[in-house]
């Protein structure tokens, strides 16, 4: 006994021993190797190992670089510093921002009960309503949020249908009476005073228990509806559902520059690589990752649709609306919960109205060419940072309501006004710590290519230039896709991409080839509740177990990653020229062999 106490110990303290012995133990780096390429690698592993068993906090691992490149003698601390913050972050921050806006106001809720509206009442419908508003919120916020936002609704949908199978399985041993029930203004409910002997289709007694029953509050559905006793489809609609919401916010999250952080982690890079080599345009624009991520986007949403349907409802027709009272159920509680919004607010059309400016300015920015508002100043100046870092600003600028002079209420009816954000507002919900991984993946970034690091490791992987340039990016992308299934998305995109910048050189491919779809491929983690914060989100509400998870995500890893690479062969060669190399890399390359 007393030596399983002590194994206890170590594993609760095992934190505490890799961060105090990894450092000691990777000491020979330092000592054996005394080069830039050795310094890096000392610092570079300490990072990743800290990044995949999370002895730290991923953010605070990220700042390791502030001490560790200065204590080494690789980086001074203002080099290093000066990586935390650029241009893409600033991109970063602005778009969080009103992505904390819209939250702040609830804008995202309002769309998603708005699309549900729209959908019926059949498991399919139901599951492409979810993953609708999903997909397209987590181009904008966080895929976090998105999830945690929709798997509310998603619970309350399903006690719905559960209430209504259990009535037509005589659990609660009345008819559902539908004859005299005007669908078109309120979803008829079950009389409760039935049982009493009154009639049930009494005006009455109906519109009385209608208001009754239709009060379906969120907070108190609980996490899990499922019981012993239930029906395996229903228990399968149950993991389809919420399968679906938190798939959906995994691939919806690449079809913006800005949905999730490997996106900007690899425009970041990319940034780094060509000013090296004295390339001041990036072919990563907002407008150009739109281009190849929305449809790209749009098809993974759809194949993931398609196969949950055929893994989880096997196209039975399970929970189907094959009657009024189950799709009228689901309709009367998606409808309740909208009608709690209430109408369009001032501020909520002024945050829309903010996002809207916003989405169309990135994308006319550089629309190829000289055309887009960028060309209107000097080259180089104005990116996609500077109108996110304006817009954030003015949502704490302009009014939430507003003011006195245009409102016809008699003064001192409403408060006095405030800005469309507070600070605390943003603080609360902008996730900070992903900032601070962004910078710290920068300077690791920065001080792989100024040591000589990245250029080493590219060169020994420039073996496999046997491989053709597609295969090796497919082979490269399930590698990258089944890491992510145990470390942090963007760290793992961070410790890839300074790498494949250079094996892409060594291969005589463009730096973007590889980094690109690699990249993108970080997003694809359905296999593991860890994988993602997603699928953490739905895991925890208990209906999906981790087999139900592999078995399902597993297919989907292997034809996202097909989908992907097909999608860059055609549709990303032609927006990004991926086949061509830059002739300022290929001069500096060739220079570097004489």
């Not at 009154?198 to 509050?217: F, L, M």
């Amino acid at each position: 006994m007393r030596c399983k106490d002590i194994f206890g110990d170590i594993l609760y303290i095992k934190n505490i021993l890799v961060v105090v012995l990894l450092p000691i133990v990777l000491i020979p780096f330092l000592v054996v190797g005394d080069s830039s390429e050795a310094k890096c690698a000392y610092c570079v592993i300490i990072m990743a190992i800290f990044w995949i068993t999370e002895a730290l906090p991923i953010a605070v691992t990220s700042l390791l670089p502030v001490f560790l490149f200065p204590m080494v003698g690789l980086l001074t601390v203002k080099a290093t510093a000066q990586q935390y913050i650029n241009d893409t972050n600033m991109l970063f921050i602005g778009g969080l921002i009103v992505a904390a806006a819209i939250e702040h106001w609830n804008i995202h809720t309002r769309i998603a009960l708005r699309i549900l509206l729209l959908v019926g009442s059949n498991a399919r419908w139901i599951m492409l309503g979810l993953m609708a508003p999903t997909w397209f919120l987590s181009m904008w916020i966080s895929n976090t949020a998105t999830t945690a936002m929709m798997i509310p609704i998603a619970n309350a949908i399903l006690m719905q249908l559960k209430d209504t199978e259990k009535k037509f399985k005589g659990v609660d041993n009345e008819a559902v009476e539908l004859d005299d029930v005007n669908v078109s203004e309120k979803p008829p409910i079950e009389n409760g005073n039935g049982v009493n002997g009154k009639d049930e289709r009494d005006p009455n007694i109906h519109i009385e228990t209608e208001k009754e029953q239709s009060k379906v509050n969120f907070d108190d559905i609980p996490d899990n509806v499922l019981e012993d006793d239930d029906d395996p489809a229903f228990r399968r609609l149950c993991k389809c559902l919420t399968l679906s919401i938190a798939y959906a916010a995994n691939v919806g999250g690449i079809g913006s520059l800005t949905g999730t952080g490997p996106n900007l982690v690899m425009k970041g890079q990319l940034d780094i690589v060509y000013e090296g080599y004295g390339i001041k345009q990036s072919p990563i624009t907002f407008a150009s990752w739109m281009g190849f991520g929305v449809p790209l986007s749009f098809c993974l949403v759809i194949i993931v649709w398609i196969w949950l349907q055929f893994y989880f409802l096997r196209c039975n027709g399970c929970c189907e609306g094959k009657n009024d009272d189950r799709s009228i159920r689901v309709k009367a509680v998606i409808r309740t919960e909208y009608e709690k919004l209430g109408p369009v607010s001032f501020a909520q059309g002024a945050v829309m109205g903010h996002f809207i400016v916003l989405a169309l300015l990135w994308i006319t920015r550089d629309m190829g060419g000289e055309y887009g508002w960028g060309s209107l100043f000097q080259q180089g100046y104005v990116k996609d940072g500077v109108p996110a870092i304006f817009i954030a600003t003015m949502l704490f600028i302009f009014p939430s309501s507003l003011p006195r002079i245009f409102c016809l209420r008699p003064e001192g009816t409403r408060a006095p006004l405030k800005p469309l954000l507070s600070w605390k507002a943003a603080v609360e919900k902008v996730p900070w710590g992903v900032v601070f991984l962004l910078g710290g993946g920068f300077a690791m970034a920065y001080a792989s290519q100024e040591s000589g690091l990245s250029a080493w490791v590219g060169e020994k992987l420039s073996v496999l230039d046997y491989l053709s340039p597609w295969v090796l990016n497919l082979t490269l992308c399930y590698i990258v896709a089944a890491m992510t299934e145990v470390t942090s998305n963007t760290a793992t995109c961070t410790l890839m991409m300074p790498i494949l910048a250079n094996l892409a050189v060594h291969l005589h491919q463009s730096p973007i080839y590889l980094m690109f779809p690699t990249a993108i491929a970080t997003s694809f983690a359905f296999m593991l509740p860890v994988a993602t914060p997603p699928n953490a989100v739905v895991f925890s509400y208990g209906y999906v177990r981790v087999i139900d998870m592999v078995m399902a995500g597993f297919i989907l890893n292997i034809v996202c990653v097909l989908a992907l690479i097909g999608f860059s062969e055609s549709l990303g060669d032609r927006i990004f020229d991926f086949h061509t190399i830059p002739e300022e890399i290929l001069k500096t390359y060739n220079e570097s062999l004489t």
